[in-house]
């Protein structure tokens, strides 16, 4: 079983930046692709990002692409998410997520574990 923390949510102004950490328990974190999603209010869940377990290789969605980066540290277990020139459509609760394969995805299907979620808030 893989637990999943997400720390560094907030509010800020629109234009800034942000980092978000995904801290994961277990030994095998370097064999799991790792995503981030969000939920915005009223609406579903929705791909962020995702980074492959080996190699590195990152996909974004369209609306975050250029603005987000993803990132991985297998040493210390963790995989981030660095968030510029934030946008108030970009306020959403945050989740990141866990994939029992070193293949990423962009479906919540694809995703085995979850964490609590994140608030970021983006004021404009």
């Known amino acids: 079983q893989v637990q999943l923390v997400e720390t560094g949510g907030g509010l800020v102004q629109a234009g800034g930046s942000l980092r978000l950490s995904c801290a994961a328990s277990?030994?095998?974190?370097?064999?799991?692709?790792m995503g981030w999603f969000r939920q915005a209010p009223g609406k579903e869940r929705a791909f962020v990002a995702a980074?492959?377990?080996?190699?590195?290789?990152?996909i974004y969605s369209d609306s975050v692409k250029g603005r987000f980066t993803i990132s991985r540290d297998n040493a210390k277990n963790t995989v981030y998410l660095q968030m510029n020139s934030l946008k108030p459509e970009d306020t959403a609760v945050y989740y990141c997520?866990?994939?029992?394969?070193?293949?990423?995805?962009?479906?919540?299907?694809?995703?085995?574990?979850w964490g609590q979620g994140t608030q970021v808030t983006v004021s404009s």
């Open positions: 277990g030994r095998t974190f370097s064999n799991y692709a």
């Open positions: 980074i492959s377990a080996i190699g590195g290789g990152t």
């Open positions: 997520a866990g994939r029992r394969s070193v293949a990423s995805g962009r479906l919540e299907s694809n995703y085995d574990y």
